[in-house]
């Protein structure tokens, strides 16, 4: 390509009677060589490009074909050309089938996400490699499919962002801050018990009685909102019970997967302006509150473990102190308390109480505890009364065993892992799933029966530590595992000290139904009785 001076003669015999009095100037010395480059473009330079094209995909595609590699050394669930095992999982039941064939297949498992390979792990010893690890953090690309519905809060945050908020908002858990919700656990879960009077002697699901009760809870604990002030449950005015996760949706239609593609279609619009009203929802609470604040000075100082605080306003003073953490990470950290505290809290609350509607001699241990605890005083309970509930607390626990309100999250490997006979390459995508790690037989013997006394402290201490993982587990566990349990055992505690649960005959099962959290198909029944009527 390159052309000298001295062939320039050649070039310049060329152009007509057009003569230069320097001979070949630099004028037309770049323009013969521009003249050049273009007969070499018109040929070779395409190949050239087209050369360098290949190597970067190749160069790109080298982890995925070397994952691809390793998966395909691996077995699993049956697979149907192009969706893989996409048809399981929107028809609900592949959790269940691993659950009921993971022997079949080995301690790695593997399932097809349409083209997307994944990795399953379900024994404790390897899941703890991978969550205990600082390395193996990240989330999935699967988790940016929930921007929209949940906006980017701790739970689909990248790495270094999530590191930031995970010790920022750290504080606003710990017990001294937990006992100022204590109250409003208590305030709504005495509506709950005032509203299931009205239903004594009826059989009930108890789902939904439990969901509004909860609902008025993160109102009040996340955004301020006295619960007090919703008096009729099919009255909202909030956007929060209003979305719909779109998530199964686009992994039926694979297509929908890419962003550009999807953000064209009517779901795609209609997810976006869900967003856009919980944003806007969030930013006017925001504003309000911190309209409050200014009037009135922050209150969070105040050493009272009765006064009560909000998320969002500890949130505007972090803000204050750290504008590292913008309005818009508040925002964001709204809708993600929110949107996910709803149905894993709500669930975990009604199986429980079903549970024990189901299992009148557990139902009723707990009962002499509570009497235990309070004689024939009608207070509510301390955080210290709520933690004293041993018995209470090992039902939770059983029941979060058998239906974990998450059933299933997925971690990015950040470096080669090795399990066992196999070595996981760095870049795959990681499902753990405690549905499945909860039933293994050999961690917990007759694993499909509600046995609360598997969780007393004699019986726990052998166990794996990673046999139990219904909050996740490692440094990227659920930041709110504490508030939820308290959660729980102030609604539970409150209903069951007025009243006796019995199950209805041929309504005895639950049917689980696995989506972002698990479900129980048609409801969970159960009977209610006062028990200052017995």
Request: glycine share 6%; with cysteine.
């Amino acid at each position: 390509m390159w052309i000298s001076r001295g062939s320039c003669a050649s070039v310049f015999l060329n152009c007509g009677n057009r003569s230069y009095s320097r001979g070949c100037d630099e004028r037309f010395y770049c323009v013969a060589v521009k003249s050049h480059i273009a007969s070499y473009t018109s040929g070779e330079m395409w190949a050239y490009f087209a050369f360098l094209a290949v190597i970067y995909v190749i160069y790109a595609l080298k982890n995925y074909v070397r994952i691809l590699r390793f998966i395909f050394t691996l077995d699993g669930p049956k697979t149907v050309p192009i969706l893989g095992n996409i048809n399981t999982l929107l028809e609900g039941n592949l959790i269940q089938r691993m659950t009921d064939e993971a022997q079949n297949y080995g301690r790695v498992i593997r399932i097809w996400m349409t083209f997307l390979p994944y990795v399953v792990l379900i024994e404790p010893e390897d899941i703890q490699i991978v969550l205990s690890n600082m390395k193996h953090t990240e989330k999935t690309s699967f988790y940016k499919l929930l921007n929209n519905f949940l906006g980017k809060g701790l739970i689909t945050r990248n790495v270094d962002k999530w590191k930031v908020h995970r010790r920022i908002l750290q504080p606003a858990f710990h017990r001294h801050m937990l006992e100022r919700f204590i109250g409003t656990f208590s305030e709504c879960a005495d509506r709950l018990v005032d509203k299931l009077l009205e239903k004594d002697g009826e059989d009930i699901n108890v789902t939904m009685f439990v969901n509004n009760s909860v609902y008025d809870i993160l109102r009040e604990t996340i955004l301020g909102m006295p619960a007090s002030q919703r008096y009729n449950d099919d009255e909202d005015d909030t956007p929060f019970r209003k979305g719909q996760v779109m998530v199964p949706y686009r992994f039926a239609r694979p297509w929908l997967l890419i962003d550009w593609i999807y953000r064209l279609t009517a779901a795609g619009k209609s997810e976006e302006q869900q967003q856009k009203n919980l944003f806007d929802f969030c930013f006017r609470k925001m504003e309000e509150m911190r309209e409050f604040l200014q009037k009135n000075g922050s209150l969070i100082s105040n050493n009272s473990a009765t006064r009560k605080i909000s998320l969002l306003e500890y949130m505007i003073e972090i803000n204050k102190k750290n504008p590292q953490f913008t309005k818009r990470d508040i925002i964001e950290e709204c809708c993600t308390f929110m949107l996910a505290g709803q149905d894993s809290v709500g669930t975990a609350t009604a199986m429980t109480l079903f549970l024990l509607a189901n299992n009148p001699k557990w139902q009723e241990r707990c009962v002499k505890e509570f009497n235990e605890i309070f004689g024939k005083d009608k207070r509510s309970p301390t955080i210290q009364d709520l933690t004293e509930m041993k018995c209470l607390d090992m039902c939770i626990k059983e029941s979060l065993r058998l239906y974990p309100s998450v059933p299933v999250f997925a971690r990015t490997l950040g470096e080669d892992v090795k399990l066992g006979e196999h070595v996981v390459p760095a870049g795959c995508d990681v499902f753990i799933v405690p549905y499945c790690t909860h039933r293994l037989p050999h961690h917990f013997p007759d694993p499909h029966d509600f046995k609360p006394e598997r969780f007393s402290p004699e019986n726990s201490e052998e166990r794996h530590p990673y046999a139990y993982i219904p909050f996740s587990a490692g440094p990227r566990n659920c930041i709110g595992y504490k508030f939820a349990t308290l959660e729980i055992k102030s609604v539970i505690s409150a209903i069951l000290r007025k009243y006796q649960l019995e199950p209805i005959l041929g309504k005895e099962k639950v049917i689980a139904k696995f989506r972002m959290t698990i479900r129980a198909h048609g409801g969970l029944w159960v009977k209610v009785r006062a028990r200052d009527k017995q």
